[in-house]
């Protein structure tokens, strides 16, 4: 099973965390306190649920090493995690993964080009323009909304010309498809959304089986659309959190976390 790891599962496949504690040590006649640099199991989630989500992490890593799931990353993908702190690396659910690589449906470095590196790895959502992180053109979101806002007679004009702007054509195949993310955007309902409708859209484009998300934003949105009366895109590639994808796998129980609290 070919699958797509959303940002989240990345996060939230790293069980440990750096501490520091305080240790008192006799010597002689005196005590004396040190602090002692540790490692220790995050806390649990508040929701229980999302809780067991994170935890079954461990056994998809275990079903990658394994070979029975092979599983993919890519550009954009990697940009969201730059956002977030540095990589505990102990205790792992993905230590030892081999993890592919596989093409965005539109690289958008080909469309928007800037010096403002923190513009570009950022999602540019409300939070960002709040915190003034971000207002330019080469963020995630104002990249997705211009693609969402092309016409017809634009994409007609584009095409003949993209292989001169060094367009793949697996590119080129994704702008003649461009409805169908569109499509996905318009039923999102939210820009915010955008950005994970366009990891779908990439996931689909590489004919993969399934995106592995934490998230029921984006499975409840695939399910919306596919229960809508009149068909109007056609969704290939499976929406799972951690839980559906072992069940698909006929793995009722995961792994144990081996690290306790």
Not at 58 to 77: H, M, P
Request: hydrophobic residues 35%; positive net charge; glycine residues 6%.
């Amino acid at each position: 099973m070919r699958i797509l790891l959303d940002t989240g599962v990345f996060i939230h496949s790293e069980f440990a965390q750096h501490a520091i504690r305080p240790t008192t040590v006799r010597w002689g006649n005196r005590k004396h306190e040190f602090p002692v640099h540790c490692t220790v199991r995050k806390p649990t989630d508040q929701n229980a649920e999302y809780q067991e989500q994170k935890e079954a992490l461990f056994t998809v890593g275990r079903l990658i090493r394994e070979g029975r799931v092979e599983a993919y990353d890519y550009s954009e993908i990697g940009f969201e995690r730059l956002r977030g702190r540095k990589g505990f690396p102990i205790c792992d659910a993905l230590n030892g993964c081999s993890i592919h690589r596989c093409p965005p449906a539109l690289e958008r470095s080909r469309f928007r080009k800037t010096t403002d590196f923190a513009d570009f790895i950022s999602k540019g959502g409300k939070k960002e323009r709040r915190d003034k992180v971000s207002d330019g053109e080469a963020n995630q979101i104002a990249f997705f909304t211009w693609l969402y806002n092309l016409k017809k007679e634009q994409i007609d004009v584009l095409v003949p010309i993209a292989s001169r702007i060094g367009l793949t054509d697996f590119e080129i195949e994704s702008l003649k498809d461009i409805a169908w993310f569109q499509f996905l955007c318009q039923r999102s309902q939210s820009p915010e959304n955008y950005p994970d409708v366009f990891h779908l859209w990439t996931a689909e484009r590489n004919r993969l089986d399934a995106l592995l998300t934490l998230d029921a934003h984006l499975p409840n949105l695939v399910r919306r659309v596919r229960n809508e009366k009149v068909r109007k895109v056609e969704i290939r590639t499976e929406v799972l959190r951690p839980l559906d994808l072992l069940q698909r796998l006929g793995i009722d129980q995961p792994d144990a976390v081996p690290l306790g609290y």
